[in-house]
């Protein structure tokens, strides 16, 4: 059988150009910036186009372009004009892009049980809302959830 190999930024690029064109785009994501909401190579996301005329709702989760990378994280802020992301599974990182920058907002994640999460469930947003204000603690955090989730897979 034989094997292609894409760059995965390649594949975002593609992601975002389909986006552009007002279709929406169910992807695996690879990463650990979004844990522990979403889970690398295993939960799916749905992602709509970005309609640039309506204002970001805050704690949701955008696509987007920053320094040649593409990434989706939870818009957390405003700085002037510009939007502040920043991924759940972040330390202390935080991206301030321009509007254009946004590709797409994640609408939906199927997790690897089966179960799908509307991302613009109000309980979802407070989620990232609290989640955000945790952040530093969120080091331990992590490791407990990893620790209880390699725990959990041996049993």
Not at 106 to 132: N, P, T, V
């Given at each position: 059988?034989?094997?292609?190999?894409?760059?995965?930024?390649?594949?975002?690029?593609?992601?975002?150009?389909?986006?552009?064109?007002?279709?929406?785009?169910?992807?695996?994501?690879?990463?650990?910036?979004m844990?522990?909401f979403?889970h690398?190579?295993?939960d799916?996301?749905?992602?709509?186009?970005?309609?640039?005329?309506?204002?970001?709702?805050?704690?949701?989760?955008?696509?987007?372009?920053?320094?040649?990378?593409?990434?989706?994280?939870r818009?957390?802020?405003?700085?002037?004009?510009?939007?502040?992301?920043?991924?759940?599974?972040?330390?202390?990182?935080?991206?301030?892009?321009?509007?254009?920058?946004?590709?797409?907002?994640?609408?939906?994640?199927?997790?690897?049980d089966?179960?799908?999460?509307?991302?613009?469930?109000?309980?979802?947003?407070?989620?990232?809302?609290?989640?955000?204000?945790?952040?530093?603690?969120?080091?331990?955090?992590?490791?407990?959830?990893?620790?209880?989730e390699?725990?959990?897979?041996?049993?």
């Amino acid at each position: 059988m034989k094997q292609i190999i894409v760059w995965q930024n390649h594949y975002l690029a593609e992601v975002a150009k389909i986006l552009s064109e007002g279709k929406t785009v169910k992807v695996r994501i690879d990463g650990n910036s979004m844990y522990p909401f979403i889970h690398s190579g295993v939960d799916e996301v749905e992602l709509v186009s970005y309609n640039a005329s309506h204002p970001l709702h805050q704690w949701e989760c955008v696509f987007f372009e920053w320094r040649g990378h593409y990434m989706i994280h939870r818009y957390v802020g405003k700085k002037n004009e510009n939007y502040l992301m920043m991924g759940d599974g972040n330390l202390a990182q935080i991206e301030e892009i321009e509007k254009q920058a946004i590709k797409g907002v994640l609408c939906a994640i199927w997790h690897m049980d089966g179960s799908r999460q509307d991302c613009y469930e109000k309980k979802w947003l407070l989620k990232g809302q609290y989640w955000y204000k945790l952040r530093k603690i969120r080091r331990c955090l992590i490791y407990i959830l990893r620790m209880f989730e390699s725990f959990h897979k041996k049993w």
